[in-house]
């Protein structure tokens, strides 16, 4: 069954680098998403991604964050300097015309 | 706005022993909704979801969920709930007709499974 995967499964970084979180949804879904979750909150919507731009983003998604898909299959997140809040868990998803989101397994980030 | 309120923290069931896991949405029209299941430093596993039809739908796993319009719920079940079933259970709620639109999910259940 194909699946959503996420690169690397956990990234620890210095306050002010950037960092850049890897997705591959699955093959033949339109849409793509990236969610964050805090530890011990809920999931957060962060943005939203069609036809090659972004079509939502949240309050969260400011200037910092930047999203790409810089080919047929990857789905990239960037943080440009990254913050002590910015730890978390941070989710990709995909969805094909069926409204269902599939999540991948995340990507934990540790800003020290 | 769409919201999700999931109304129990924790809950702690013995094994064998029904769960109902309780999920209330705020939205303007008939919504998507969705229950995942977050095992313990995992991803989010899809469980079931309602788009349209019949209000009582199966998932994996066991489960089932009752869409209530009336009540704005959409409560998870499972009659007979496994030591394996231990985990974080997210409701959420997506804009019908929105292809693409954001998932609101609520705060989680943390399901505790006792042998």
């Known amino acids: 069954e194909p699946e959503v995967t996420q690169t690397p499964s956990h990234q620890v970084t210095q306050m002010g680098q950037e960092v850049i979180l890897r997705c591959v949804p699955i093959?033949?879904?339109?849409?793509f998403y990236w969610y964050r979750q805090i530890l011990g909150q809920k999931v957060e919507f962060l943005v939203s991604?069609?036809?090659?731009?972004?079509?939502?983003k949240s309050e969260i998604f400011d200037d910092q964050f930047s999203v790409e898909r810089p080919d047929g299959s990857n789905f990239t997140l960037k943080i440009r300097s990254t913050k002590l809040e910015d730890s978390a868990m941070y989710f990709c998803?995909?969805?094909?015309?069926?409204?269902?989101?599939?999540f991948g397994p995340g990507t934990r980030l540790l800003v020290l | 706005a769409q919201s999700v309120t999931q109304p129990d923290i924790h809950i702690t069931v013995s094994e064998g022993a029904s769960l109902e896991l309780r999920c209330n949405y705020s939205?303007?029209?008939?919504?998507?909704l969705f229950w995942y299941v977050q095992s313990p430093g995992q991803g989010l596993q899809l469980l079931l979801k309602?788009?349209?039809?019949?209000?009582l739908v199966q998932g994996i796993k066991g489960f089932e969920a009752e869409f209530k319009r009336s009540q704005s719920s959409f409560n998870l079940r499972k009659p007979s709930v496994h030591w394996s079933d231990a985990a974080e259970y997210f409701c959420?709620?997506?804009?019908?007709?929105?292809?693409?639109?954001?998932?609101?999910f609520g705060t989680g259940t943390r399901l505790a499974v006792r042998p």
């Open positions: 991604f069609y036809n090659n731009e972004i079509s939502e």
């Open positions: 998803a995909s969805g094909g015309q069926e409204e269902t989101q599939y």
């Open positions: 959420a709620v997506g804009a019908r007709g929105s292809s693409g639109d954001k998932l609101t």
């Open positions: 093959s033949n879904h339109l849409y």
């Open positions: 939205y303007g029209a008939t919504p998507y």
């Open positions: 309602y788009f349209s039809g019949d209000t």
